[in-house]
């Protein structure tokens, strides 16, 4: 009997449970053919769970994500849901379930694959072979700081937020950021603005406290105006970055858009002790909902992190971002990575399934890009 895995699948609103299946059955297949079953289990959430169960994040699915090996998640809301109160919107029950399983390391890849090249806003030559991975610190920070408000001060109104990390909220997330940068091209830049505000200069302090821990890793510290610039400038120059909640967040849209689309970005949530929640980055896409036009390829993508960094199967994880490489390579485009007069093969949401299994089933889709 093979080894078995057990993945928690959360399709969720609009595109999810159209790019949902895909991405479950390409890992399903990856998974073969390392010998492992590939066992799932569906949940709600998100504004299908408001309207089956009157809440974004009903018991049974926290219950199913706890018992599960991973979670691979689609996307959640939609305009049906938008004038609920904010405590009951679909949004919630995505962030209720990241604290609930304290993900506290969100990682972000920006990673070209060479047949989009023209799709970057920038000049193909700065983005090629581009492979950067940001380290974003998820539960805390300025999003969460107390004190925290809008307050009447002297007869007007002053509003509040507090940055705040302690010693051991940047020590876990340091630690993830050196570990990933070992396993890849060992190059950490630290992101901070420890010129201006003293909480990132006690991040500043920690990071470089513990880099005599990976002698093997080369650590620098950039401050974030200048990280911002660097990123359009000559993106190439880095590895792994870390960085806390907020300027995690700018910047690792900013990396995003130096590969092209929405469609093409995974993302992944860690605990401590290596379980994740997986995601692509795009939303529920209600103006293509139901219309076989979304792309696939983000939450494939994620499944294949999935396999990186919570089943311990790279060989999984190359042969599922070797096939999205191989469909590309192919010519074969959903409509918001097909730019126009290439010579490219329009396809749908289900014709990119169908390819890319057929990549995985051949030889050829065997290797990382
Ligand atoms: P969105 O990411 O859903 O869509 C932005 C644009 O990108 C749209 O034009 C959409 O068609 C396109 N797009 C996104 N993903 C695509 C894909 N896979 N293939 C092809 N095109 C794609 O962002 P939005 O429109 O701002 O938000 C729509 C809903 O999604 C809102 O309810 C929002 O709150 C929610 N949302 C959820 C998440 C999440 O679940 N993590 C993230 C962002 C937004």
């Known amino acids: 009997m093979s080894e078995v895995r057990k993945i928690a699948v959360l399709p969720g609103d609009g595109i999810g449970p159209e790019v949902m299946p895909v991405a479950v059955a390409a890992l399903r297949t990856a998974l073969q053919r390392q010998g492992v079953y590939l066992e799932t289990e569906e949940g709600l959430i998100g504004g299908c769970a408001i309207d089956a169960a009157g809440g974004p994040l009903p018991a049974e699915t926290q219950e199913l994500c706890a018992a599960a090996d991973a979670v691979l998640l689609g996307a959640v809301g939609g305009p049906k849901w938008e004038a609920l109160p904010m405590q009951q919107r679909p949004e919630k029950g995505l962030l209720g379930l990241r604290s609930g399983l304290q993900l506290f390391a969100n990682l972000r890849p920006a990673l070209l694959f060479a047949p989009l090249a023209d799709a970057s806003s920038l000049k193909p030559a700065l983005v090629s072979g581009l492979d950067i991975l940001i380290v974003r610190e998820l539960t805390g920070g300025i999003y969460f700081g107390e004190p925290r408000g809008v307050f009447l001060e002297n007869n007007e109104r002053v509003g509040v937020n507090t940055y705040r990390y302690s010693e051991h909220e940047i020590e876990r997330i340091a630690r993830v950021a050196f570990d990933l940068a070992g396993k890849r091209r060992r190059r950490l830049c630290s992101v901070d603005k420890a010129n201006v505000l003293e909480a990132t200069d006690l991040w500043r302090q920690v990071v470089s406290g513990l880099a005599s821990e990976y002698p093997e890793v080369a650590l620098s510290h950039m401050y974030v105006d200048n990280a911002g610039m660097q990123l359009v400038r000559a993106p190439k120059q880095f590895d792994v970055i870390v960085t806390g909640n907020m300027f995690g967040d700018i910047l690792s849209d900013v990396a995003a858009m130096l590969t ?48 990186r960094y919570s089943l311990n199967l790279p060989g999984a994880a190359a042969a599922l971002e070797g096939a999205v490489d191989a469909v590309l390579r192919q010519g074969l485009r959903t409509a918001d990575i097909a730019a126009e007069g290439q010579g490219v093969e329009l396809v749908g949401t289900q014709a990119m399934g169908e390819a890319l299994l057929a990549a995985l089933e051949s030889s050829a889709g065997g290797e990382a890009p």
Do not use: K
């Open 260 to 307: 092209g689309s929405l469609g093409m970005l995974p993302s992944a949530s860690l605990a401590a002790d290596g379980f994740g929640l997986y995601e692509p980055v795009h939303g529920s896409a209600p103006d293509i909902a139901g219309q076989d036009r979304a792309n696939p390829l983000a939450t494939v993508l994620s499944a294949a992190m999935l396999c």
